[in-house]
């Protein structure tokens, strides 16, 4: 059976979670292949409302074995954390495992993380300062420390060592910090290994085995594409599309038969960088508000706007969806017009997709289309003809103009709050 990924089209938070969590009742293995604890999706069941940042929303589901791939840096804390408050709410996590080849935050990625983005003024990024963006640049200037390297208790000190030397000398002669102590650092980490131990596996092979059975794996994306390193909006970015899922898993690309986009019946941001839709009206505040638009890692509140339909295209033909989910449909439900962004002008020039440079990006001003609203409830609907003429009308044109089907509308939080509009492959 096929791999199929779930892929954020927007600026992260466009509620992949229900999404994953909806479909992995179907499936057998859900794995997250990007990312960090900078992550935060939020899924809401029989069991209660839950924040995941690390692990796999497709854990409430006893039979379905959930993976933390390569691709994702681990901060221990963090994912011991959110395993113990699993455990409160009675949520095995004995399906639950890591990849041996996961890269680790570490404490001076965290205080780096502060200490770039106080440096960094007015140009801030607005990152979560989870220490992600440096744990990255670690790992790809071969400078990281994987989790395998923490189980060789030899091996990892020789390692710490020689890593933590350099990054002192950054923290104490470049910024004036205090340094961190190898002694106790070293002890911390050991710690932490010990209760990592049982959930380490080589993942790959997990995968593999799975796909080679026959079994159906849900691949679940962090952030969304906007924040891709390479297509997003740089430098406000931290993630992979999803041409990243392989290698953050461990996989053929041969094997993803199905990407599925989810994005926003409107469009959101947290943090810097360009949003050519935000508002700062009424009517931003209302969908801030009746979507409680609030950062689930940080709390801040997001950047609210109309759906820019430039950036779900690009999204489509980058990622090469195969369907969308639309998700927040519900929030829109008051609204007695609509407007969807077709185009950007930038001083009489019409884009039509986002430029890469982010002080052009800057400068676009939407292109508007308006359509009307519905102005009635849709949460308990679970048909697609049910929903009101205006309500199909939305979703056929945000189809037309991202060409791509939509396969799922959700129409509220909970599980059961969801249309499906054709079935997932």
Request: glycine share 10%; hydrophobic share 40%.
């Amino acid at each position: 059976m096929p791999a199929i990924a779930i892929i954020g089209a927007q600026w992260g938070d466009e509620g992949k979670g229900k999404i994953v969590d909806l479909l992995a009742e179907k499936v057998n293995v859900v794995v997250r292949f990007s990312g960090g604890n900078n992550a935060g999706h939020t899924v809401v069941n029989q069991l209660g409302e839950f924040r995941m940042h690390l692990i796999p929303s497709g854990i409430f589901h006893p039979d379905v074995t959930c993976v933390i791939g390569n691709g994702v840096v681990i901060d221990p804390a963090a994912f011991l954390d959110e395993v113990e408050s699993l455990r409160q709410h009675n949520v095995s996590t004995g399906n639950l495992f890591v990849s041996d080849r996961a890269h680790l935050i570490m404490p001076y990625h965290i205080l780096l993380d502060g200490l770039e983005e106080e440096a960094r003024g007015s140009g801030a990024i607005g990152t979560t300062r989870k220490g992600i963006g440096p744990a990255f640049a670690d790992k790809t200037s071969r400078m990281g420390i994987r989790i395998c390297d923490l189980l060789d208790k030899e091996a990892f000190r020789s390692r710490l060592s020689f890593v933590l030397e350099y990054k002192n000398s950054i923290l104490t002669k470049l910024y004036g910090a205090a340094p961190l102590s190898l002694d106790k650092l070293y002890r911390d980490y050991c710690q932490y290994a010990e209760r990592l131990a049982p959930y380490v596996r080589e993942t790959d092979v997990i995968l593999e085995e799975a796909l080679e059975k026959g079994e159906w794996v849900l691949l679940e994306g962090a952030q969304g594409t906007m924040l891709d390193l390479d297509f997003g909006s740089y430098p406000y970015v931290t993630s992979a599309v999803a041409g990243g899922v392989s290698l953050g898993v461990g996989t053929s690309p041969a094997n993803i038969k199905g990407v599925v986009g989810v994005l926003k019946a409107y469009t959101t941001r947290v943090g810097g960088g360009p949003m050519p839709t935000e508002l700062h009206d009424e009517c931003g505040d209302q969908m801030r508000e009746g979507g409680h638009e609030y950062g689930t890692t940080t709390g801040r509140p997001r950047r609210c706007g109309w759906l820019d339909a430039v950036v779900a295209r690009y999204s489509a033909d980058i990622n090469g969806f195969t369907s969308v989910a639309i998700t927040k449909f519900d929030i829109l439900d008051a609204f007695s017009s609509l407007k969807i962004c077709t185009a950007y002008d930038i001083d009489g020039v019409i884009y039509n997709r986002p430029p890469a440079h982010s002080a052009l990006f800057e400068k676009c001003k939407p292109v508007y289309e308006e359509l009307p609203g519905w102005q009635c409830p849709t949460s308990n609907i679970r048909r697609f003809e049910e929903l009101p003429s205006q309500a199909q009308a939305y979703v056929r044109r945000i189809e037309e103009l991202i060409g791509c089907p939509a396969s799922i509308i959700s129409v509220g939080a909970a599980r059961e709050q969801t249309i499906m509009v054709r079935p997932i492959p």
